[in-house]
């Protein structure tokens, strides 16, 4: 089964997620585009190095290279949803970037 993939998109239409993506480096936007056609091959059993679950409902897409980008999604109504994108500059996931995430899965939920 192929998943459908789509960008979570705010009360004001901004696709936040692909326009994070579009200001990175053309390298960078290739391998995010392998990871994500790993991730509607596989869907949730996409694991290490790829992917990494978060939290009960939220994991990261995992992008490495010269810059270390995270892209934290979910699964809803056999779909996955990005949620959220940044660039990793710590070990650990800042609890402030999954927040954002839940926040709008919550959102999601609402629909």
């Known amino acids: 089964m192929?998943?459908?993939?789509y960008f979570f998109q705010t009360a004001r239409g901004?696709?936040?997620?692909?326009e994070f993506i579009k200001n990175l480096e053309?390298?960078?936007i290739g391998k995010i585009s392998h990871n994500l056609d790993l991730l509607k091959i596989h869907g949730p059993f996409l694991g290490m190095p790829y992917s990494k679950k978060l939290t009960k409902e939220i994991s990261e897409l995992r992008i490495r290279g010269r810059e270390e980008i995270r892209i934290?999604?979910?699964?809803?109504?056999?779909?996955?949803?990005?949620?959220?994108?940044?660039?990793?500059?710590?070990?650990?996931?800042?609890?402030?970037?999954?927040?954002?995430?839940?926040?709008?899965?919550?959102i999601l939920d609402t629909i």
Do not use: D
Request: glycine share 2%; no cysteine.
């Open 14 to 18: 901004e696709k936040v997620v692909k």
């Open 26 to 28: 053309g390298k960078t």
């Open 72 to 106: 934290l999604y979910t699964f809803s109504k056999n779909s996955i949803y990005l949620l959220h994108a940044f660039k990793k500059k710590t070990q650990k996931t800042p609890k402030k970037e999954i927040k954002i995430a839940e926040e709008r899965k919550n």
């Open 2 to 5: 192929a998943w459908n993939i």
